[in-house]
């Protein structure tokens, strides 16, 4: 089968960009983000028999999460990921005919240096890449008419063993996207940021557009059942807001899950520890504490994958998130007691199979489920974007995905409205009509998938390119000696 897989080069790639305002402030990790920008790239590919076509992806050009160096504005955070697409772009542009996967993988270990000899770490190249291969990939699964769940299964790709990931030698890739079974329904799970009020007694004002804004009318909207809560580096500030939390979540009938997401905030595995130890001695946490299923990148990079996590990971399972940087990224942290890595489709398609395949593996090595992905967000704005996520998602076979997006952002707003409605029209499961036009829809704390079996990676209705500015060239590295 991965021999049959079809082989193309990369005839053109663009780049485009818009930017977006979020309608309630969110804070995770070191930054509160009130607005962004959206990147947008295109690549047009020419088969080996000839047929040419054009895929595409988007994501967000996210500051202070891909490099949280205090040197770096936001401005200078995002040049940093333009740059990286400009390095993945040239040697896409310059490589021979490959598969789908062999485009990454060929080209992983020089994206890496390139970008590390500019001063971009592992986590930013990965970003240049996954755009590319998703929009490359995009473009294969539209010439052959093919759906991303079917076009995967049938090894579409052609992921294989290779040189890239020595680990995995050996593995039958094609044997485990055969036996994929891609979700059609999956939880979102509600992001609790750090400036996210609570009650209605923790806002001075509303925004007052009509839509949920605190944590108690959020759950009488949407009615979640799964959160991820996010903490800050101080044990005793995050025991008193997980309680506020979870005098809230307590009222729900019939329980529910909860993930706790660090952002690297705590120094160490000891600082992560004691935030745990500080919850276990909280009785109003009781019930929150026993409903979370893993706890996310507590420690900061530098020192995460250094020393180990064994005492956390006794208590609740600890996953990878910032920390995966480079590919093997996982490999080394389960040394360390790490039982997860998130899946992210600004890290790259193609990782998180490769990390599927690892837990997989494991799994089977010693005969039990410890190792799992997580499915996280990067703020995946609504049309192409959340579209390839939730494919994504969906093709994993994870039951819920942290969404963000449809709370911090206005649905579709910055779009034009006809861009929105053709969407709408085309996932009429995914995206709900309202009062302030097409929104992601969250029935009973669920997202329907249906739709999402179409032409593509989870979406043939493409975004209205003329309204985007041409994405600029990168001011990356910064003159020397200052920002």
């Given at each position: 089968?991965?021999?049959?897989?079809?082989?193309?080069?990369?005839?053109?790639?663009?780049?485009?960009?818009?930017?977006?305002?979020?309608?309630?402030?969110?804070?995770?990790?070191?930054?509160?983000?009130?607005?962004?920008?959206?990147?947008?790239?295109?690549?047009?590919?020419?088969?080996?028999?000839?047929?040419?076509?054009?895929?595409?992806?988007?994501?967000?050009?996210?500051?202070?999460?891909?490099?949280?160096?205090?040197?770096?504005?936001?401005?200078?955070?995002?040049?940093?990921?333009?740059?990286?697409?400009?390095?993945?772009?040239?040697?896409?542009?310059?490589?021979?005919?490959?598969?789908?996967?062999?485009?990454?993988?060929?080209?992983?270990?020089?994206?890496?240096?390139?970008?590390?000899?500019?001063?971009?770490?592992?986590?930013?190249?990965?970003?240049?890449?996954?755009?590319?291969?998703?929009?490359?990939?995009?473009?294969?699964?539209?010439?052959?008419?093919?759906?991303?769940?079917?076009?995967?299964?049938?090894?579409?790709?052609?992921?294989?063993?290779?040189?890239?990931?020595?680990?995995?030698?050996?593995?039958?890739?094609?044997?485990?996207?055969?036996?994929?079974?891609?979700?059609?329904?999956?939880?979102?799970?509600?992001?609790?940021?750090?400036?996210?009020?609570?009650?209605?007694?923790?806002?001075?004002?509303?925004?007052?557009?009509?839509?949920?804004?605190?944590?108690?009318?959020?759950?009488?909207?949407?009615?979640?059942?799964?959160?991820?809560?996010?903490?800050?580096?101080?044990?005793?500030?995050?025991?008193?807001?997980?309680?506020?939390?979870?005098?809230?979540?307590?009222?729900?009938?019939?329980?529910?899950?909860?993930?706790?997401?660090?952002?690297?905030?705590?120094?160490?595995?000891?600082?992560?520890?004691?935030?745990?130890r500080a919850m276990e001695a909280e009785r109003r946490l009781d019930r929150l504490r026993d409903s979370i299923l893993f706890i996310e990148q507590p420690v900061?990079?530098?020192?995460?994958?250094?020393?180990?996590?064994?005492?956390?990971?006794?208590?609740?399972?600890?996953?990878?998130?910032e920390s995966d940087g480079d590919l093997d990224a996982f490999v080394r942290a389960r040394a360390l007691g790490y039982a997860g890595v998130s899946s992210k489709?600004?890290?790259?398609?193609?990782?998180?199979?490769?990390?599927?395949?690892?837990?997989?593996?494991?799994?089977?090595?010693?005969?039990?489920?410890?190792?799992?992905?997580?499915?996280?967000?990067?703020?995946?704005?609504?049309?192409v974007c959340v579209q390839q996520d939730l494919a994504l998602v969906a093709l994993l076979g994870l039951a819920h995905v942290e969404r963000n997006g449809h709370?911090?952002?206005?649905?579709?707003?910055?779009?034009?409205?006809?861009?929105?409605?053709?969407?709408?029209?085309?996932?009429?499961?995914?995206?709900?009509?309202?009062?302030?036009?097409?929104?992601?829809?969250?029935?009973?704390?669920?997202?329907?998938?249906?739709?999402?079996?179409?032409?593509?990676?989870?979406?043939?209705?493409?975004?209205?390119?003329?309204?985007?500015?041409?994405?600029?060239?990168?001011?990356?590295?910064?003159?020397?000696?200052?920002?």
């Open positions: 089968m991965t021999a049959a897989a079809p082989r193309f080069r990369v005839l053109a790639i663009e780049r485009r960009e818009w930017p977006f305002r979020l309608r309630l402030p969110f804070r995770f990790g070191v930054v509160t983000v009130t607005h962004g920008r959206q990147a947008v790239v295109r690549a047009r590919i020419r088969t080996e028999d000839g047929r040419e076509g054009w895929g595409v992806a988007a994501e967000t050009l996210a500051a202070k999460w891909f490099d949280k160096d205090p040197r770096w504005t936001d401005a200078q955070n995002e040049h940093q990921l333009r740059r990286a697409l400009e390095i993945a772009g040239e040697a896409s542009l310059a490589a021979g005919a490959n598969t789908a996967f062999g485009h990454f993988a060929d080209a992983y270990a020089d994206q890496v240096a390139a970008c590390a000899r500019e001063g971009l770490n592992p986590l930013v190249a990965s970003y240049g890449r996954a755009l590319v291969d998703r929009a490359a990939l995009d473009a294969l699964l539209k010439l052959h008419g093919a759906g991303f769940w079917a076009g995967m299964r049938a090894n579409l790709g052609g992921m294989a063993p290779h040189p890239v990931i020595p680990d995995l030698a050996g593995f039958d890739f094609a044997a485990l996207l055969a036996g994929l079974a891609p979700l059609r329904r999956v939880h979102a799970r509600h992001t609790v940021g750090l400036v996210d009020p609570i009650t209605a007694a923790d806002q001075a004002e509303r925004v007052g557009d009509g839509l949920p804004e605190t944590l108690e009318e959020v759950v009488a909207a949407y009615r979640h059942r799964y959160f991820k809560l996010k903490v800050g580096g101080d044990a005793a500030a995050d025991v008193e807001r997980l309680a506020r939390i979870a005098a809230v979540l307590d009222r729900l009938p019939g329980g529910y899950h909860a993930t706790l997401d660090g952002n690297e905030q705590y120094a160490d595995a000891e600082g992560a520890l004691a935030l745990w900061k990079r530098a020192q995460a994958l250094e020393r180990s996590m064994a005492a956390l990971a006794a208590a609740r399972p600890v996953i990878i998130d489709a600004c890290k790259g398609v193609w990782r998180s199979l490769v990390n599927l395949a690892r837990c997989r593996a494991w799994n089977a090595a010693e005969g039990g489920g410890r190792y799992f992905l997580s499915a996280e967000d990067l703020t995946t704005l609504a049309g709370h911090f952002v206005d649905g579709f707003a910055g779009r034009p409205k006809a861009e929105a409605v053709r969407f709408l029209e085309a996932h009429p499961d995914l995206y709900a009509d309202t009062p302030r036009g097409p929104r992601l829809a969250i029935r009973e704390g669920m997202l329907a998938l249906d739709s999402l079996d179409t032409p593509g990676l989870g979406a043939t209705v493409e975004p209205d390119f003329g309204a985007m500015a041409e994405m600029p060239k990168a001011e990356w590295p910064p003159p020397a000696g200052g920002v």
